[in-house]
């Protein structure tokens, strides 16, 4: 039998906490003391996490607005622009870059125009009809909102490492390469699912669903997390790091759609 000292525990401790603090500097804004943020490798595993902690950061900075008596559709449009704050832009910018790049009808092509830094026609249209679909279906859902945004931050990203898992990379280099390339399997794709599961439970809360609906919700939400990446992946035969941006922005657009409808 293998015996784990204490040294190694401590070790192995350290490592987890500074790839997690990591991973919130690469996936936010969120500024961190340099010491915690030495540690690259499967930064991509705590994507769902860093997404609840999201979600539940913009429902504490809707109720700061509601109370301070800001209008709701007001308060809905703060929390979307700070949303894309929060990230940097930079899944909203990879979204915009695929839809350039989708929009070019000669499949060759499409890399090299997703690669390009302009934005075009196509890439400014993706970005308002996400954006206003984001901020509407706020607005219109009748479901506690900490709920909502912790399942669209947290599934939309969950997609994003299904796709990083399970489909080709396009490039010989790039971000996702890396991302590809440090991903344990199955550990890192059911870590991110494990914990989404049990805050489905949460769910239970809301008296007013049924055990159906939540059920129907979950599913749901799956649902949408993994098509949107297969989408993507019919379309390029493959992903990029832009991609990947742009599975968690539909994702969390449909998601919070989707949840409107209960």
Sequence with gaps: M??????DLRSSILDLITS???SVIFYTTIPLPSLWTNNWSRIARW????????????????????LGGMPTLTSKAVVVAVW?????????????????????????RRLDVMKDSATGA??????IIILLLKTVALYDTSLPLWLVLISATGWSRWGQVWAIAFYPYLR???KGAFHQENLHLPQDVLLGLSILLIC?????????????EIG?????????ALLTGYWFNRQLGGHTGDTYGAVVEWSEALILCWLTMF
């Design 2 to 7: 293998t015996k784990i000292s204490l040294r």
């Design 20 to 22: 997690l603090t990591s």
């Design 47 to 66: 994507c769902p996490i860093i997404g609840l902690f999201i979600g539940l950061l913009l429902a504490l900075i809707n109720s700061s607005l509601l």
């Design 84 to 108: 894309v704050a929060i990230t940097g832009g930079l899944h909203l910018d990879g979204a915009m870059d695929t839809a350039d790049g989708l929009s070019v009808t000669n499949r060759e």
């Design 122 to 127: 196509f890439g400014a249209i993706a970005a």
């Design 172 to 174: 010989e280099t790039g």
């Design 200 to 212: 489905s439970g949460l769910w239970l809360t809301v008296t007013s669903l049924s055990w159906l």
């Design 216 to 224: 129907i919700i979950t599913i749901g939400n799956i649902a949408i």
